[in-house]
């Protein structure tokens, strides 16, 4: 019992400190450790395999909409990257140079990509002559180098592993289209598979993306208050077109520059599944991307019948389609029941002796705990049944806590309260001008989330300095 209760004490309790809470999770549930490179972590087995069922369902929705996957180089020449004046700005602090190649010092320097742009953009001024060319929809699976100051597992590290997608189309208004198209395939995707409730909405032009026309993006809160930026979605105008003479031959022989788009969803996704519904007990995994949806627990498995039982149950579960393991461990069942509680499995099923007597077994959901007895026969449809009220009632409570964490502010005193003393959004008026934005976060450290699609008019004038209000604003502290 010792060993057991040693097992839980490991995890430091988020009320008491949550940053600390967040790292013991992810080491202690090994879904990650430190490389002998600052900054670059190793994704563990059972990191990379939430990623896998990521990539997978995110792939299927890309493709249903006529994305397909391809790969770019990742280095890229000085040069290509000095075309896009402001892209390059924006990115200069964080890149990675390659100097030398082999013995010999090379003849320019080479970016390792922290985007790519700028390569899909020299691909499709060869690629692209003709309307029949457009549009272009295409996607890489890659990991990026940032050089980040600060670094955090999974949340802010040196390289992380993304999609990008970047096409090309021959109006404004097809590119308007597909940007916002990606996005909500970003928010379905969050609130429908990871059980993540997100605001969707427009980044302010201090926010956008460097080169962008517009920014969408998708916004969670996480336990602790703060905001985490989930997925975004770049309409970039024809302003890369030109920097890289990207043009097209329309049907009435005149030559047009193509309008573009990129978006993207991270690695940072997994640290949003543990801090929206993790405990104190580890993870708590939403069921649609948990690799393990159901752990079978034989008790006193040396007992005659108990792990041909626990053999049965899995193949039944498997059957049904759902992902399941049996824990045939010699370690002790309470143990197991830590460790699967820990690694956030969905549901637990425990059968002993005792159970086979009766015909029965025992499954225990993670998200409350409740247990339910019932014939081994039903286990299978009953855990079926179960993953699909787990993840609603998973999704409705980080819902209600995000709810329960918007706050509305209509002077600046209310504002800066509320930033300070209440953790979550705030809510606020904003007349439109950059120095409201940096007067805000010098004060308070908070930045503007995006402008909701959906407006309100909470107040008629900016919370900051008073004039006339534009636009409804969520702020809040974020990573």
Same mark, same amino acid.
């Not at 969050?190 to 201090?206: H, M, Q, S």
């Given at each position: 019992m010792a060993k057991e209760k040693k097992f839980v004490e490991a995890i430091t309790s988020r009320d008491e400190d949550f940053a600390q809470w967040y790292t013991d999770v992810v080491k202690k549930a090994e879904l990650m450790s430190y490389s002998s490179v600052k900054g670059f972590m190793v994704i563990k087995p059972a990191g990379y395999a939430i990623w896998e069922n990521i990539q997978k369902e995110l792939d299927r929705r890309f493709k249903e909409v006529g994305v397909e996957n391809c790969y770019m180089p990742m280095l890229i020449p000085e040069s290509l990257l000095q075309k896009e004046k402001d892209h390059v700005e924006g990115f200069a602090p964080e890149v990675a140079w390659v100097t030398q190649g082999g013995l010999e010092p090379l003849q320019e320097r080479y970016?390792? /990509?922290p985007t790519s742009e700028t390569l899909f953009c020299d691909y499709y001024k060869d690629a692209i002559q003709s309307y029949r060319d457009l549009p272009k929809v295409y996607n890489q699976w890659c990991s990026v180098v940032r050089w980040e100051k600060t670094t955090r597992p999974f949340l802010r590290s040196r390289e992380f592993l993304w999609q990008e997608g970047h096409t090309a189309h021959a109006t404004m208004e097809e590119a308007e289209e597909r940007t916002r198209q990606m996005l909500n395939i970003y928010a379905d995707f969050?609130?429908?598979? =990871?059980?993540?409730? &997100? &605001?969707? #909405? /427009?980044?302010?032009? !201090?926010e956008k993306f460097a080169g962008a026309e517009a920014t969408y993006t998708i916004e969670a809160l996480m336990h602790d208050g703060k905001a985490l930026q989930c997925g975004t979605s770049h309409n970039f105008g024809d302003g890369f077109a030109k920097a890289f003479g990207i043009q097209y031959t329309d049907q009435s022989n005149q030559l047009k520059y193509v309008y573009q788009t990129s978006w993207g969803m991270t690695t940072r996704m997994i640290g949003a599944i543990i801090m929206v519904h993790g405990d104190d007990s580890g993870l708590v995994l939403p069921p649609k991307i948990a690799p393990t949806q159901v752990m079978v627990i034989p008790i006193r498995q040396d007992a005659e019948g108990v792990m041909d039982a626990a053999q049965g149950l899995k193949d039944a579960l498997k059957a049904a389609g759902i992902r399941v393991k049996v824990d045939d461990s010699d370690k002790s069942p309470g143990w197991k029941f830590s460790e699967q509680e820990m690694r956030g499995i969905p549901i637990r099923i425990e059968i002993g002796p005792k159970d086979l007597e009766k015909g029965q077994c025992v499954l225990v959901r993670r998200d409350t705990r409740e247990k339910e007895t019932m014939p081994i026969a039903q286990a299978a449809e009953r855990a079926g049944a179960l993953l699909l009220e787990i993840h609603d009632n998973m999704l409705e409570k980080a819902r209600a806590f995000r709810d329960s964490h918007i706050t509305d502010a209509t002077n600046y005193d209310e504002f800066c309260d509320a930033i300070e003393n209440k953790p979550g959004f705030v809510r606020a008026m904003w007349c439109g001008d950059e120095a409201c934005e940096n007067k805000i976060k010098e004060d308070t450290t908070a930045t503007s989330r995006c402008m909701p699609f959906q407006q309100e008019k909470i107040s008629d004038v900016c919370v900051c300095c008073g004039k006339p209000a534009k636009k =409804? &604003?969520?702020? #809040? !502290?974020?990573?």
């Open positions: 970016c390792v /990509r969050a609130e429908n598979y =990871l059980a993540i409730p &997100v &605001v969707k #909405g /427009r980044k302010t032009d !201090k =409804l &604003v969520f702020w #809040g !502290k974020a990573y």
